[in-house]
């Protein structure tokens, strides 16, 4: 069944408070569409976990940097809500940024420590726009469950913090890149990479692969897996942006991953002008 579309607060508020009284349990998958298969996976997810989901389409302008794609963000409504009609998604909602973003609007949330280094460093500001507009999602719809992407890694990491933090109550889930056959990390910004472009886009998960593989034959030096990820950025000719290995949960930066110890390797570069990131887990 086509899901039904929300786009203002007060709608939202009245179709949550339905769910209340008729006790359905809720997952949330806030999205900025252009949907893949990654999204899907996280909408059929909330689907076990809860009774009904719902997702939000929104390209939060708060979360881009000035010199970034906001303006040509790829989008597809319609096939947007085909690809959450046959996920199960009963309601999306689908704002104007002047919904989130009143006239008068003065409310925004850092979550510190977490958003220091990697994209935090280099996408000044991305954070904070992430964390206000996953605050008022949670706040509105007040889910059961909300899902997300390790994909985004830092950013499941600054979520879980400030649902914590801020006692929103919700059950974070993280789940699994989910990938094109080849390895790349399906992204809504693949679609901006040319023939040429998307085989050299290989190289991110080529490089975290590596990495991962001389952890296996027990290469514990970040520095030596660092390396291992950037000589293959540098054979695809792809510019790096960070590559570095961190604790998985409080990304504190590493020396040695020690036994035991659960890290993950980051990587974020350009493939021509456009900029993608991936990362995998490290246990060490
Ligand atoms: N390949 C993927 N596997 C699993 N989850 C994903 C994947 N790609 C994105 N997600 C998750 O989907 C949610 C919405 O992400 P978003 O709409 O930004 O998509 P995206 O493909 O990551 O786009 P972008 O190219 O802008 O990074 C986030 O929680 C994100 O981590
Ligand atoms: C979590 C999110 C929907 C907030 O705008 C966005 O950052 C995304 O799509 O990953
Ligand atoms: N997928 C994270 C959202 C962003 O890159 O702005």
Redesign the pocket.
Known sequence: MAPRVLRTVPEVKAWVETLQQEGRRLALV???GFLHEGHVSLMREGGRRADVVAA?I?V?PT?FGPREDLARYPRDFEGDLGRCASAGVEAVFAPEPSVMYPPGYQTYVDVTDVSQGLCGERRPGHFRG?AT??TQLLALFRPKVAL?GEK?YQ?LQV?RTLNRDLHLGADIVGMPTVREADGLAMSSRNAYLSADERQRALALSKGVRAAQALLSSGTRDTGVLVDAVRRELKAADLREDYVEVRDAETLSPLGTVAPGQTARVLVAAFCGATRLIDNMPLDG
């Open positions: 806030p999205t900025m939000s929104f939060n979360q992430v507009i996953v997300f985004d950013q979520i």
